[in-house]
């Protein structure tokens, strides 16, 4: 009976809307990357919830779908096989970009007690564009579309460590410095994972 349902009866193969349901979230945390993008504060919250609602959603459809797609059958079984292969491997290391990117949003929305010098925002800003810009990439290369213009990822994340060194600096071993230089191995850590993943898709 599963192999009627999968194999006979689905309207499209699982492989298929495993694969755009991944680029869909690609899609979605590139938006959350560019978060915020209304200046009034309780609108920017409740539009990062319902963009994390939804991301985690995708991940979780990803995985039933990739779940399905071993009860069907048919010449492209050996394939479908090993996209599902592939997104399995790549599943941990979006969560890992997304939790980690969730752990910099309160910076970027500026809740109190998550307040960064003008300068570092500015740069960290700059670092997400080309953060999402990536993502987007990746989706559309899922989709079977040119990935887009060359990125300047490394540039931007050189930019906001040099941006983060001049304030911790002049702060020496205050707890700003500290929580500063914190919050930049964070975004270190986004950009090491980013590029693996790039690398692979």
Same mark, same amino acid.
């Given at each position: ?44 919250? @409740? #539009?990062?919830?319902? =963009? *994390? /609602?939804? $991301? ?6 990803? %995985? ?13 079984? @050996? #394939?479908?096989?090993? =996209? *599902? /292969?592939? $997104? ?6 979006? %969560? ?106």
């Amino acid at each position: 009976m599963m192999w009627l349902v999968f194999d006979r009866l689905w309207g499209t193969p699982a492989a298929a809307t495993m694969k755009t349901g991944l680029s869909s979230t690609l899609r979605l945390m590139a938006q959350f990357a560019r978060e915020p993008i209304s200046d009034n504060l309780p609108t920017a919250i @409740e #539009r990062g919830y319902s =963009l *994390r /609602d939804a $991301i985690e959603k995708g991940f979780e459809n990803v %995985r039933a779908r990739a779940d399905q797609v071993l009860f069907e059958f048919g010449p492209s079984r @050996e #394939r479908s096989l090993a =996209l *599902r /292969d592939q $997104i399995r491997r790549w599943q941990p290391q979006l %969560r890992v970009l997304f939790v980690l990117h969730i752990s910099t949003w309160n910076y970027r929305v500026r809740l109190p007690g998550f307040d960064l010098p003008d300068p570092i925002h500015s740069a960290q800003r700059e670092f997400d564009e080309e953060f999402a810009r990536i993502l987007e990439g990746m989706a559309n290369r899922l989709d079977g579309k040119p990935a887009g213009a060359p990125n300047n990822f490394n540039n931007s994340l050189q930019h906001l460590e040099q941006s983060v060194e001049i304030y911790a600096a002049a702060e020496s071993q205050t707890t700003l410095a500290i929580g500063l230089r914190t919050y930049l191995a964070r975004n270190q850590r986004i950009r090491a994972v980013t590029c693996a993943l790039l690398q692979e898709i």
